[in-house]
């Protein structure tokens, strides 16, 4: 994150922590701060029908996160909703964007289609990632009204939980259970999905944005890692060699565009090949955070080695995560951590055949890789008529329509001769693709379908992605935290962050030796953390 942004984050939470307003938004009302489910009835979770779509050339593992493959374009497509779900109205959705603007709608034949196939008027405001925690914070502290449909992603910010029972439609009776089966779309997302969202006071309140369960991993360009002879299967000593033998001027081994532990991106990976847990670990009952191992301090070590290697691009804390994308797709840096999702067909016709992309295995024996909740965040919606609600949520069922139907076909690839063309199981995307898309149209984070492996033109990078999920993903723990509810978390969760982040960039960047940490730990554990630990344990107990 780019350090204006945290200091944005820093000043407006303080003062998000303490607005009045929260009453005052759209559906509100003073607010009881009872944003957790201990003693509470909790709403079931959606019942999952998974979609019957066509055969995978390998199959998937959810139990593991292993995703199906296919390296075919299906031959027949099912159609997945019967009638358009809008009813002409308009409808305005808040979300983020990594990307450059999407044209104007006159100008737009992609988001023109949208709308004919939505049957609305879509307004889609896109706030660039550099600026969505402050855009967020400055929308939560304010008493006008709010966009019918908000993309919520995982930054935490004070208050959020309350914000979000106040102002957001609580959706429990229209998709709680067998209810869900109402919207097919919404009910092929994995239960997973739902419990990484969580539950507000026992009740379901988005519906999320479903993601691999592989967390932030790292992007390696094995092109240039052929050059130095690395093996694909590394030890420590290996990898680190690696990473200096690939620095030279102006061209880096990595590239950390988000070292904070609020972003768990140049940590993640490292944390895991190090045997570290992920996030918490839960044992008897009791939560213990990743933090306060050995192992989490044995990769803030490696850190430090690659910085003192000279390995890390020099801009690394300061630079937006869209620009070290860039330069990771410009060779600038030859690695960079990322989340999984950015194994995707824009990305992959951004290096344009330049270098072999590769995902990097750990370089450890006892690494435990750390998996991710499995969404990028949900949307809810602003509480409105129960007849605009169920609108809304068939939107979103649409936008949610799976691999193999026509639906995934608009939303994916566009207009067939227009944005892409199809033949013999491949499709192929026109120059318009580049401009015309669901990233830049960032409708992907209104509504999305459940991920599979499919890279049109890409086959060997899907089936190398695939191999590397069967290696890595069984080794792989999961944070017994994640969708759970923590007064502490909604109140100072960020300020908590902050003195991790902080103490992870110290660290890393040299000014404070590894030996630090421990100050770092017990002053997070006196200013919450041994708090957040007693309030997970109890909600764990109650889910």
């Known amino acids: 994150m780019k350090r204006r942004s945290l200091i944005k984050i820093a000043g407006a939470a303080g003062a998000a922590a303490t607005v009045p307003a929260l009453g005052a938004c759209s559906g509100g009302g003073p607010g009881t701060g009872n944003v957790g489910n201990a003693g509470k009835d909790l709403v079931p979770w959606p019942t999952y029908v998974p979609f019957a779509g066509p055969q995978p050339d390998a199959p998937g593992d959810d139990t593991v996160g292993v995703q199906p493959l296919y390296l075919n374009y299906p031959a027949e497509l099912k159609q997945a909703v019967a009638e358009s779900p809008g009813d002409g109205s308009e409808v305005t959705a808040m979300v983020i964007t990594y990307e450059a603007p999407p044209k104007p709608l006159e100008q737009n034949s992609f988001w023109q289609e949208i709308n004919k196939a939505l049957n609305i008027k879509l307004n889609v405001v896109v706030v660039p990632d550099p600026e969505y925690a402050q855009k967020m914070t400055t929308l939560m502290a304010s008493s006008g009204d709010l966009p019918d449909i908000v993309m919520f992603n995982n930054l935490n910010l004070p208050r959020r939980a309350e914000f979000i029972q106040q102002g957001f439609a609580d959706l429990s009776d229209l998709i709680g259970g067998d209810a869900v089966k109402e919207y097919p779309g919404i009910a092929n997302i994995p239960t997973y999905a739902w419990q990484s969202m969580g539950r507000i006071?026992?009740?379901?309140?988005?519906?999320?944005?479903?993601?691999?369960?592989?967390?932030?991993?790292?992007?390696?360009?094995?092109?240039?890692?052929?050059?130095?002879?690395?093996?694909?299967?590394?030890?420590?000593?290996?990898?680190?060699?690696?990473?200096?033998?690939?620095?030279?001027?102006?061209?880096?081994?990595?590239?950390w565009y988000k070292t904070l532990f609020t972003g768990l991106g140049g940590i993640t990976y490292h944390a895991g090949a190090n045997g570290a847990p992920n996030g918490w670990s839960l044992q008897g009952g009791a939560f213990t955070h990743t933090v306060t191992t050995p192992q989490f301090e044995q990769a803030l070590t490696v850190m430090r080695e690659l910085t003192s290697a000279a390995t890390h691009y020099p801009d690394s804390l300061t630079a937006s995560s869209t620009d070290m994308q860039n330069n990771f797709y410009n060779q600038t840096v030859a690695s960079l951590p990322n989340g999984f999702g950015a194994l995707a067909l824009p990305n992959l016709q951004k290096i344009g055949g330049k270098f072999a992309l590769e995902l990097a295995r750990p370089y450890t024996a006892q690494a435990t890789p750390w998996r991710g909740g499995g969404n990028f965040g949900f949307a809810a919606f602003k509480k409105a008529s129960p007849e605009r609600i169920k609108m809304l949520l068939r939107i979103v069922n649409h936008l949610s329509s799976?691999?193999?139907?026509?639906?995934?076909?608009?939303?994916?690839?566009?207009?067939?001769?227009?944005?892409?063309?199809?033949?013999?199981?491949?499709?192929?995307?026109?120059?318009?693709?580049?401009?015309?898309?669901?990233?830049?149209?960032?409708?992907?984070?209104?509504?999305?379908?459940?991920?599979?492996?499919?890279?049109?033109?890409?086959?060997?990078?899907?089936?190398?992605a695939h191999e590397w999920e069967k290696a890595v993903m069984p080794n792989s723990v999961a944070n017994p935290a994640t969708g759970l509810q923590s007064a502490t978390n909604s109140a100072k969760g960020a300020q908590l962050d902050q003195i991790l982040g902080d103490g992870i960039a110290a660290i890393t960047f040299g000014r404070e030796p590894v030996s630090s940490w421990k100050d770092t730990v017990s002053r997070w554990k006196s200013s919450g953390g041994d708090q957040l630990a007693e309030e997970f344990a109890k909600e764990h107990q109650a889910a």
């Open 201 to 255: 006071g026992g009740r379901i309140y988005g519906v999320p944005l479903e993601r691999p369960l592989p967390a932030n991993s790292l992007f390696v360009n094995r092109t240039r890692l052929n050059e130095v002879k690395a093996p694909v299967d590394w030890n420590h000593d290996q990898f680190l060699s690696a990473m200096r033998d690939l620095s030279s001027a102006r061209r880096w081994g990595t590239g």
């Open 402 to 464: 799976p691999f193999g139907t026509t639906e995934y076909e608009l939303i994916n690839y566009g207009i067939e001769g227009k944005h892409f063309t199809k033949a013999d199981g491949v499709i192929t995307t026109a120059d318009l693709y580049k401009t015309e898309n669901s990233s830049i149209l960032p409708i992907r984070y209104i509504g999305t379908a459940p991920t599979v492996l499919h890279l049109p033109g890409y086959p060997d990078v899907a089936k190398a």
